[in-house]
């Protein structure tokens, strides 16, 4: 009952980010120069790649958020704080986004700080969700059908082992921009696929799913 | 119970899209030039068809994704993902809008571009309107009341052919800007008054609807 | 419950276009000239009187949709389009709000059209809202606790004398720009402290108020 | 029942507001100049401090109208309309942060009137919190539980006090901004970990809370 006012704020919060991300897309009006707009619109596909990386993203952290959080039977106000700092990393998702869409293809060391930026703050969005995870991991009071210890086990791994493709992605940004926005690409369509098909991972069980 | 939190999801990203359509429609302040106030209205006369039509469409999507949804018990990651692909395309729309009101007097090719942009992002929402219907219609062990046979067929037809009118007006783009806007503008209108006053169709039988 | 949906839109539009309305206060940043930054604050004080007018009667149309919606038990697609309807021109107010703030101070005939757009727009509003509460005063059968006849005709009769306010301030705007500011604004405190301390009209019976 | 809708406003113009913060951080496309995107990161350093202070400020007041709100059970017309007051504060709360990331740095008296706004609108906010908490403490008869007297006079004490820090750095602007913005942050920080680990104040005993 009360993480309903919880998860609505959340999904308000996912859901003007994810939109607000598309606003990068915009093009200039006409008389601003002799490109024509096929043209503009084509020099844009740095906004493009990125748009779509970060849409994506946000949309897997929001899917994990509904699952993380449809256990929880009691909200307290360590939960509201700790959800108010990962909902406070997915707010700048869009503000990361768009940088990166402006400097992808400017060389060093512009281009690698947009790509140290992105991935950095990946990184504390991913930090963010391990703290509210851990936090419902060791308070079963709160919790319908905690998880057993095994599972546990393998929930905790999968949470810090999630650090790694985006710190991975930060180290690389100083060496090579592409690499970066492959990596962060690559890590998002992961989580889409293998938590799709695999069956469901300890954490997944409280919720019906494939 | 699920679905709860997916339409409150879908629907803040509705929300935030038709609103944000709006912000093309700001003139510019005084002191930019001669121009008087309503005449400068007057110029902007293609950004409000162009946010008339996208306002109407997205609430027509917005309406159809109610209905949609409205029979489904089960929500599973496959469907949450379809369901973020449909909103991808939804939350781009501001931006083709934006950019039809820009050139949609322009001459060649800028005005045919923009009008090709805008055609082909409602298909592409139209594409990922269907996988998500097909993927519906195709799981019945999560639909309360799935549809008989007959109603199916009927239901594909009808997702099937709504790729027509968007698919045409991309197309009619190289050729006339006015009748791709006139073929959009017109596929709003239909969908509106047809499904308005016919009886429900087999896809809408799960509502109550007059 | 299907209401449900259509509450948690709606609420979401209002919400946004609320929330726009702020971005209008923004002031330059500095080394924009020599002006001080009190001085551009105070300079854009019609920015802040639109801004409260607006902020109120968006309010207040908030207020009336979630009274007016409360004894709906059955949405039809009908009732679906004419809330569309209305919510196309609430996403509306913001730029209409822009614009009187930008023009408010204009000499004619900039500041008259500026006042005229957004009397005009209210007054749609006030238009599209009548439409919606006509069509729900007409279906009885859709509709729990449906108003006795008398209160049937003073609920048409609110509404329809609700033109009258807007209708005046857009016909003044042509003649002063000061005189359809203060109408608007009056008929904002007007329906706040009228409806707040009389004794409920008919169409708030549905609903526990003072 | 119905406080569910007023929530779920609140909710989202709250969302938009939190989201809309973030908007300032923007830094400006290549070529508008030869600073190096690390260096112009560098420089928005005010935009950061901004951002997080008016983020968890926001955050607070989001924690604290869910728990104001939970013990209500009638929503009279007064206290929508005294929750619409808070709301019209809380989203200007965006454009008080973009003022003071833009000034922080400037010298006086501009760096000393974007503090006072921000402060300003601080204590405003605060101000407005007070009257609906002090509204639902006069009227028992539309909330579950209400809190016996002496709760109530400590619950009283807790909103009046709440007004002094804002207060303080309101005057303080005007000596020194530094001071300014440590204040609010300090009151923020300290409303989170005081409420937090201390036992459940009494207004907070309708929820379930650590």
């Known amino acids: 009952m009360n993480r309903t006012r919880l998860e609505a704020f959340s999904d308000g919060v996912f859901a003007v980010a994810i939109t607000l991300l598309a606003l990068d897309l915009a093009v200039e009006g006409p008389g601003h120069g002799h490109t024509l707009l096929w043209q503009q619109l084509g020099h844009k596909w740095p906004a493009f790649v990125a748009y779509l990386i970060s849409f994506f993203t946000i949309g897997i952290i929001w899917v ?10 009691v909200v307290t106000r360590t939960l509201l704080y700790l959800n108010l700092l990962l909902l406070a990393v997915v707010v700048a998702i869009p503000f990361a986004t768009s940088t990166l869409a402006d400097y992808l293809t ?6 690698n700080t947009a790509a140290a930026l992105y991935a950095g703050v990946f990184e504390l969005m991913s930090i963010a969700f391990a703290l509210v995870s851990e936090w419902i991991l060791r308070h079963d009071e709160y919790v319908r059908d905690p998880l057993p210890t095994a599972a546990r086990t393998s929930a905790r791994l999968s949470f810090y082992a999630g650090q790694l493709p985006y710190l991975t992605a930060f180290v690389v940004a100083f060496f090579s921009v592409p690499a970066t926005v492959i990596i962060t690409a690559v890590t998002g369509i ?8 695999a069956p469901p991972t300890p954490s997944a069980r409280d919720m019906p799913m494939e």
Chains 1, 2, 3, 4 share one sequence.
């Open 106 to 111: 400017s060389p060093w060391p512009d281009g």
């Open 190 to 197: 992961y989580y889409i696929f293998v938590r799709t098909y």
């Open 64 to 73: 994990n958020h509904h699952m993380m959080m449809n256990g929880v039977v």
